[in-house]
């Protein structure tokens, strides 16, 4: 049984003894005492254990705990968590993009006024940001000039609207006003760059409508360098009931020359000169912005990645947000509508 005067004792004893041990080993003499030594050592540990299991037998138990003993290689697997419910899941839709191959295919919205968007105009403060991936184009078919347009209300033979594209026999964007009179009362910019086969860009073009040396060009945020090719528009471009076209450009004389070919995934556009740094914030780092910078002045929303196959028509609709409005397409396949977005 567990005695504290018998535990004290010991513990006097085994100091002695072991100091006594120490003595002699250390001025080279034999130790006198291994017995005892020894001895002490054993009534030592007796007594330690005494005091731990006097000590333990007085601990109240905790009542209904259980207690499982696991060897470490049965430990359970931990799941994986699962995200709060507070956490949105992004639909996946949201990351499709049309691909427009160059082959007839092309959208347009054309049951509205030629004014419908009426903020690309003579002497208006406007803003376009593209979204879309760079295609390798096909080589150009003879005595057809080679050209991607991007968005436009344009008529060729006429040269009155607005239109937006790149031609890469020069590796020149470009961005262009036109009213009544043809290219003599125009606005026109041209910005070159080379775009790399398989990239995502996103294309910002800022203009006052009325002076070509204030467009400017951004691309994916970043502000690029370009030239005035034409600067004297002096009136309305909103004069020639041409549609609005993704991919296209209307003419009539020969409406298959003007093809684009690139994915597309989004158009905005606003009544307003955007800031660089809203530019850069609807750049977005590479992924396209949910909700646009300055929405109180956006005009324009193509949604093509929220496009709708209509198995009647056999053709694509895009739904334009702003003003509740179709693009229709043309020519599309099914397969066309990718799972693929700005990275």
């Known amino acids: 049984m567990f005695s504290l005067e018998n535990k004290i004792n010991t513990e006097q004893r085994f100091a002695n003894l072991v100091y006594k041990d120490f003595q002699t080993k250390r001025f080279g003499l034999t130790p006198c005492c291994d017995v005892e030594i020894d001895e002490i050592k054993l009534k030592k540990y007796l007594c330690d254990y005494q005091e731990q299991k006097a000590h333990d037998d007085n601990l109240t138990p905790t009542e209904n705990l259980h207690i499982t003993v696991l060897d470490c290689d049965d430990l359970p697997v931990q799941p994986i968590p699962t995200p709060p419910d507070n956490i949105p899941v992004i639909d996946p839709v949201l990351c499709r993009s049309l691909d427009f191959d160059g082959i007839d295919e092309w959208a347009e919205f054309t049951s509205a006024s030629p004014t419908f968007y009426d903020f690309i105009d003579y002497n208006k403060g406007h803003s376009f940001s593209f979204w879309f991936q760079y295609k390798q184009p096909a080589p150009p078919q003879p005595g057809v000039p080679q050209e991607l347009p991007f968005f436009s209300k344009y008529s060729r033979p006429t040269g009155i609207g607005f239109r937006t594209g790149f031609i890469p026999s020069n590796n020149y964007l470009y961005y262009g006003l036109t009213g009544t009179g043809g290219f003599t009362n125009s606005l026109f910019t041209f910005t070159p760059y080379n775009f790399i086969v398989g990239g995502w860009y996103n294309i910002t073009w800022t ?98 990645y929220n496009s709708t196959w209509n198995s009647l028509t056999s053709n694509y609709e895009i739904p334009e947000s702003v003003k509740s409005v179709i693009f229709e397409t043309n020519n599309m396949e099914q397969v066309d509508l990718l799972n693929i977005c700005p990275e």
Do not use: C
């Open 207 to 304: 203009s006052d409508g009325l002076d070509a040396f204030t467009t400017k060009t951004y691309i994916n945020g970043v502000l690029i360098a370009s030239f005035v090719y034409q600067n004297s528009l002096s009136s309305t471009i909103h004069t020639l009931s041409t549609p609005y076209q993704i991919a296209a450009i209307e003419d009539p004389l020969d409406k298959r020359q003007w093809w684009g070919e690139f994915i597309g995934h989004s158009i905005r556009g606003w009544s307003t000169i955007l800031t660089p740094a809203e530019v850069l914030a609807e750049y977005n780092l590479g992924v396209r912005l949910p909700t646009p910078v300055q929405a109180a002045s956006l005009e324009l929303d193509i949604q093509m």
